[in-house]
Nanobody
């Protein structure tokens, strides 16, 4: 069973920075695609950044140039470095793990963390 635990959220002023971490338990981390999503009340969860098991990265247009996703397979951890934060970045941020086909049967399942609140306000 995979468990994802996010940390690093909090209150920050506009223009500030935060670094989110998501630590994963269980197997298949190194052959999983990983992502950070965010959600605000009344809106659908949206993709912020993703990194494949092979290292390919993509970002939402709204965070390009400000956010950086990275992974450390030795630590089973994915990070989201958020710089130049704006009030519109305020949301609950979730990490997501999708084992790839390399994980065999495990690719039928995906996993979410519990979320961490990020609030950007003066």
């Amino acid at each position: 069973q995979v468990q994802l635990v996010e940390s690093g959220g909090g209150l920050v002023q506009p223009g500030g920075s935060l670094r989110l971490s998501c630590a994963a338990s269980g197997s298949f981390f190194s052959v999983s695609d990983l992502g950070w999503y965010r959600q605000t009340p009344g809106k659908q969860r949206e993709l912020v950044a993703a990194i494949t098991w092979g290292g390919r990265i993509n970002y939402a247009d709204s965070v390009k140039g400000r956010f950086t996703i990275s992974r450390d397979n030795a630590k089973n951890t994915v990070y989201l470095q958020m710089n130049s934060l704006k009030p519109e970045d305020t949301a609950v941020y979730y990490c997501h793990q999708q084992p790839s086909a390399l994980a065999g049967w495990a690719s039928r399942f995906d996993y979410w963390g519990q979320g961490t609140q990020v609030t950007v306000s003066s």
